[in-house]
């Protein structure tokens, strides 16, 4: 699955998200396929909700529990379910954070594609999403926060009907993950498996479908130099907030946040910064 993002073509971009198919191998997302076909992901059991405005969006295998003793080494302190929700965002592509749970373990497959694809330095949480027939799912944006930029991608399988879609944040038009005909967007092409990044700050959600197997997968990471470069140059992103304009380290909007968090969301970095090293003498003194 190692494939370069040196000198990208700019056919990779469909405008409102980044198409990352090519730079996998088709072997090893038919691969996949089997694998989530074999293990009956669409009948699992035991689902989580996954929810979007307060709404079930649809259900959730979750790959990974999170695991917040290594955030210790954080200074930044929740005082409010937004700021546990900031800080949670924050480490979603950390691998310290998210380990195997009991469905990683049922899953394997699933977190070996995770781990061998070219675009991340370190994999994160991992989630199957599952859609039953005729669900409208619903229409929503992951997150507001003017700080930070989500790395992840978004995989459909050949097998998989989910008729995903992000709008266009300056048209309003819906545009469909892996539906295309003679090159261009086209809702009504059949879906093909593909990977995609997009920001999640735009409104995105399902087209009604009633085929009976509709799945995805989220994978968040840190992004690789080279592919961070792609979508940085290539990407679709949201607007920050009025109160965010102008404002120290938010220079390029939410394009410039993402080319700064090569090493993680810079609030995250700010709290940990650690004290000067002449500082640190001057009080052992």
Not at 87 to 109: E, F, K, M, V, Y
Not at 142 to 151: A, K, N
Not at 228 to 255: C, H, K, M, P
Request: charged share 30%.
């Amino acid at each position: 699955l190692k494939k370069s993002a040196a000198s990208p073509p700019l056919s990779t971009r469909s405008r409102a998200f980044v198409d990352l198919t090519s730079f996998v191998d088709e072997a090893e997302l038919d691969k996949l396929d089997a694998y989530l076909l074999e293990n009956d992901v669409t009948h699992f059991g035991e689902y989580d909700v996954f929810a979007a405005n307060g709404r079930k969006y649809a259900d959730a295998i979750k790959l990974c529990d999170r695991d917040t003793s290594t955030w210790c080494e954080d200074a930044f302190v929740a005082y409010s379910t937004h700021d546990d929700f900031r800080q949670c965002r924050a480490h979603r592509c950390d691998s310290r954070t998210w380990r195997p749970n009991h469905n990683g373990r049922l899953l394997p497959g699933v977190l070996d594609f995770a781990a061998k694809l070219p675009f991340f330095e370190q994999v994160g949480n991992v989630v199957v999403i599952v859609n039953a027939p005729g669900s409208r799912g619903e229409e929503h944006c992951d997150h507001s926060l003017d700080d930070l930029v989500s790395e992840f991608v978004w995989v459909r399988t050949k097998s998989s009907h989910k008729r995903f879609f992000v709008r266009d944040p300056d048209t309003g038009e819906p545009h469909f993950l892996g539906h295309e005909k003679s090159g261009e967007l086209d809702s009504g092409a059949e879906s093909r498996a593909c990977i995609c990044w997009f920001d999640d700050h735009l409104m995105h959600n399902i087209d009604s479908s009633d085929h009976e197997l509709q799945w995805s997968v989220r994978i968040d990471g840190r992004f690789t130099e080279g592919f961070r470069e792609l979508i940085a140059r290539t990407g679709t992103f949201g607007a920050q907030g009025s109160s965010a304009q102008g404002s120290s380290g938010t220079q390029g909007g939410l394009r410039g946040v993402f080319e700064a968090q090569s090493k993680g969301p810079k609030f995250l970095l700010e709290y940990n910064d650690p004290p000067d090293s002449e500082e640190e003498e001057e009080e052992e003194e």
